[in-house]
Nanobody, 123 residues
Framework: QVQLVESGGGLVQAGGSLRLSCAAS????????MGWFRQAPGKEREFVAV????????YYADSVKGRFTISRDNAKNTVYLQMNSLKPEDTAVYYC????????????????WGQGTQVTVSS
């Protein structure tokens, strides 16, 4: 089993940057693909990015491509989401998730979830 805890959210102006972290505990973090999702009020949870267990491959949603970067440090059991050029439409609760299958872009495909961290981008 894997426990996930996100951090790094906050309030930022449009055009600014934030880096989210997701710390994992439990066994075999390096055997899990890690994804980031987000959910805005009244909307479904949507895929943002995913990274392979060894960090050798990534996928991004079109809406964040070129602005967000997912990375991981298996020695620290942590996955990151660097978010640059933030827009008001990026405002959401951001979740990290873990699954042994890669790549998975559906929220329903993930076995483990964190509690989420709020990101608010003001215009």
């Amino acid at each position: 089993q894997v426990q996930l805890v996100e951090s790094g959210g906050g309030l930022v102006q449009a055009g600014g940057s934030l880096r989210l972290s997701c710390a994992a505990s439990g066994r075999a973090f390096s055997s899990y693909a890690m994804g980031w999702f987000r959910q805005a009020p009244g909307k479904e949870r949507e895929f943002v990015a995913v990274i392979k267990w060894n960090g050798g491959s990534t996928y991004y949603a079109d809406s964040v491509k070129g602005r967000f970067t997912i990375s991981r440090d298996n020695a620290k059991n942590t996955v990151y989401l660097q978010m640059n050029s933030l827009k008001p439409e990026d405002t959401a609760v951001y979740y990290c998730a873990a699954d042994r299958v890669y790549p998975v872009m559906r929220a329903s495909g993930y076995d483990y979830w964190g509690q989420g961290t709020q990101v608010t981008v003001s215009s």
